[in-house]
């Protein structure tokens, strides 16, 4: 079993960043894919971005291409998210999840983390 712990959450206005990490603990952590996930108030959680066991490869939702960045550090048991050009809409509670399988779907991933919550203000 794997361990997971998200960190970086805050209060941001709009256009301004953040950077999401999410700290893994247990099992050898490059058996593992990690994605992020987020989930609003009154609304289903969706996928954001999925990066492969080696971090050579990564999905993004199209609402967040080319403003998100995934990656991992497999030394040091962590994957972030780095967040760029924030909008309103990215408000949610940001969760870390990852599976020994690669699937991008919320119902495909088996260990999730608490979540941190990421307020962007216009």
């Known amino acids: 079993q794997v361990q997971l712990a998200e960190s970086g959450g805050g209060l941001v206005q709009v256009g301004g960043s953040l950077r999401l990490s999410c700290a893994a603990s247990?099992?050898?952590?490059?058996?593992?894919?990690v994605g992020w996930f987020r989930q609003a108030p009154g609304k289903e959680r969706e996928r954001v971005a999925v990066i492969n066991w080696s971090g050579g490869g990564t999905f993004y939702a199209n609402s967040v291409k080319g403003r998100f960045t995934i990656s991992r550090d497999n030394a040091k048991n962590t994957v972030y998210l780095q967040m760029n050009s924030l909008k309103p809409d990215d408000t949610a509670v940001y969760y870390c999840?990852?599976?020994?399988?690669?699937?991008?779907?919320?119902?495909?991933?088996?260990?999730w983390g608490q979540g941190t919550q990421v307020t962007v203000s216009s």
């Open positions: 999840a990852a599976d020994l399988n690669l699937g991008l779907g919320v119902e495909e991933f088996d260990y």
């Open positions: 247990g099992r050898t952590f490059s058996d593992y894919v």
